[in-house]
Structures are given as C-alpha cells and as structure tokens.
C-alpha cells in the first residue's frame, strides 16, 4: 500500500514539473523590403524604431545603412570602398561593425548613424573578426553593455585560435574571458548584462551553445545535438540561433531555446531559408533574413506580446513606425505587409497535459486495486 501511494504521489509530482518550452506568443509578422541582394548582418536601434545593417550599395561595396522598422526612411551611413560586416547598434549611438584596417588586419570599427565620428574601437595589432568568406564558423560582431561600458568581441590568441575577450569603451582594459583549450566566438550579452551566449566546440567538435556569467565563470553547454549552431542572441524571451532542423536538412532555420538549455523548439515556420536573428531591447520583437528559393533576401519582423519581465514600462499601444497590431486581411503595401501568426504553445501544452493526466489516471487504478488486495488479505 505504501509503494502505490509513493507511485500516486510521483505521478502528482511529475504533472506540476513539466519543463516548460521555451516560447514566444507572436501577435503579428511584418515583412520589410529592403530591395538588396545581399544582407550579411543586421541589429535594431536601442529604441527599436530602427535597424541597422550591412548591404551592397548601387556600386557593390559592402556599406552600412539605416532603416525605420516600417520599411521607410532607408538611409546609407558609411560611404567608402572597403568591406563592412557584422554591424551591431550600441547604446551610446554608436554603430559598430568590422572592416579592414590599414594594416589589412579586420578591426572593430564605430560609426555615428549619421556617418560621422568613424573610429576603432581598439587599435591593436590583432585581427578582431574574420571577413564571411573567409572560412566557417562565422565570427559574428562586437556585443555592447550599457551596463559595465564594456564591449565582448572575438578576437585570435597568439597560437591563433578564436577566443572572447572584453574591452571597454574607450579602447581601454583588453583580457580574455575565458581560458579553455576550445575555440569560441559570437559572444552576445543577456537581458540583464550579467552572463553571456556564445558559440564554442563540444568534446566532439561540434559547434554548440555555451553561457558563462560575465567574468568568464559559471561556463554552461545549453545545446547536445549533432548539428551546428550561429548566430545566437539573448532576449527576454530565451536564446534565439540559427541551425538545421536534421542533419540532412539543406535550409537554415531559426530556434529558441531557454538559457538553462530545455525547451528547444523551431521559432517560426515560413518556408525560408533563415538568418541573423536579433532581439528588440524590450523583447516585444525578433527581426531576421529570410532567403527565398530565387536567393532574394529581405527582413521579418515578428511582433510579440510584451514579456512579463518588462512589465516596469507599460506596453506600449503604438509605435513611430506605425506598427501596432495585426492586420486581418493580407493587404500588400509598397513597403509593409502583415499577417497574424497564431501561436502553437496551447496545443503542446494541452498534448503534455493529456499524457500526464493519463499516467495519473493509471497510477489511481493501480492504488485502488492495492486497496482491494490489501484488505482480501
């Protein structure tokens, strides 16, 4: 009798410690055109009003450009003829991105949005970066702390093996983070600035998800599989990244993933190739590329409901861009269109709930019974 009432009680426990998956309630999707052929990176403005990113101009060089999120106001920054790639938006108005120095080592450039006050972030004669063509795994830009001013990059060791370092603003305080025989690279920060993802190498040599906390320490491998990870950013919501649904797969698709590594789960599901995948500030969107078959390249944008950690601003109910909630009807503007994205966490949540409550009726039956043998005896 005791046994069956252990089993009922275990049973109970498992129903209320369900992982959660990780998981975002998208209220509309917004596809901005941009008419490039080739995006190699992007990052929204502090305000989320904005976003910048890395296209060919009409002369094919590699340039920056400015775009308000309702696909109006695009506005090219940079103006010369070296490469640019891996761009990101920091606090302080800056426009990061890596480009050639003089000494033709790539080097951590920043720029005013609008296109004054170019500068290296830190002048050094190390390579901070590595151009996309080059070779995999992509190195992905600089990450910004508006908390501690400092700046996480990837940068190479003296036995030229990638690694994370920090820097602070003014170029200042260079060290490595973490001192492991692993190659690591794409570092970016969490929503509270205090830890940080990144891409490393498993046992196996398989490019994963790791996180550390800010100092180096507490380093964590969030990911198991045997496909490769990129492109990782921290929102609010969890850990956003670019990989294949199997291994035989041969388009990128975007995932989400919690920071204590449950909850995997495809983020949206539109057909397209995928990449770049970034985070809002305030965690209402994720903007990223989509690559159609013919190889044409433009912006998604997903808008969410406002994630309970940022409930000390209220939500807001319009933006300067115009985009507030969802259009019904599959109306195509010259520069917007939406669509409402219905999410699916209700009927996984429903299906787990059924098998639980299922190995819970089970567990009652097999008591009952004990019950009955227990008192024949």
Do not use: C, H
Not at 234 to 263: C, K, L
Not at 304 to 319: G, H, I, N
């Amino acid at each position: 009798m005791k046994v069956s009432y252990m089993l009922f009680y275990l049973a109970l426990l498992s129903l209320f410690s369900v992982p959660v998956s990780a998981d975002v309630n998208i209220q509309s999707s917004s596809v901005i055109q941009t008419n490039e052929t080739l995006i190699l990176s992007l990052d929204w403005s502090p305000d989320g009003n904005s976003l910048a990113y890395v296209a060919y101009d009409d002369s094919r060089r590699q340039q920056i450009f400015t775009i308000n999120v309702d696909g109006t106001g695009k506005k090219q920054v940079t103006n010369d003829t070296n490469k640019k790639w891996s761009v990101a938006w920091f606090d302080d108005n800056d426009i990061s991105f890596i480009s050639y120095d003089t000494d033709g080592l790539e080097k951590i450039f920043l720029v005013k949005p609008d296109g004054s006050g170019l500068r290296k972030l830190l002048d050094d004669k190390t390579r901070q970066g590595r151009a996309p063509e080059d070779k995999p795994p992509a190195l992905g830009g600089a990450s910004w702390n508006p908390k501690t001013k400092m700046v996480l990059f990837t940068s190479f060791d003296a036995k030229g093996n990638e690694k994370i370092y920090q820097v602070n603003i003014d170029g200042t305080g260079k060290k490595q983070v973490i001192t492991d025989e692993f190659r690591q690279w794409n570092p970016e920060w969490s929503p509270d600035w205090n830890s940080f993802v990144y891409v490393s190498y498993d046992s196996k040599y398989i490019e994963q998800l790791f996180t550390a906390n800010a100092d180096g320490s507490g380093k964590k491998q969030i990911t198991f599989d045997g496909i490769k990870k990129s492109d990782p950013d921290w929102g609010q919501g969890g850990i956003v990244y670019v990989s294949y649904e199997t291994a035989a797969s041969s388009g990128q698709q975007i995932f989400i993933i919690n920071p204590d590594g449950s909850g995997k789960k495809l983020l949206f599901k539109d057909g397209f190739r995928q990449l770049n995948p970034m985070w809002s500030r305030d965690g209402t969107k994720i903007v990223y590329t989509i690559i159609d078959p013919q190889g044409n390249q433009t912006f998604m944008v997903l808008n969410l409901q406002k994630p309970v950690a940022t409930t000390q601003s209220p939500t807001p109910t319009a933006t300067a861009t115009g985009i507030t909630t969802p259009i019904p009807t599959p109306t195509v503007t010259p520069e917007i269109k939406e669509t409402p994205v219905k999410s699916t966490i209700n009927n996984v949540v429903s299906s787990m709930l059924l098998v639980l409550g299922l190995i819970v009726v089970v567990m009652l039956v097999i008591l009952f019974i004990s019950n009955l043998m227990n008192k024949k005896k």
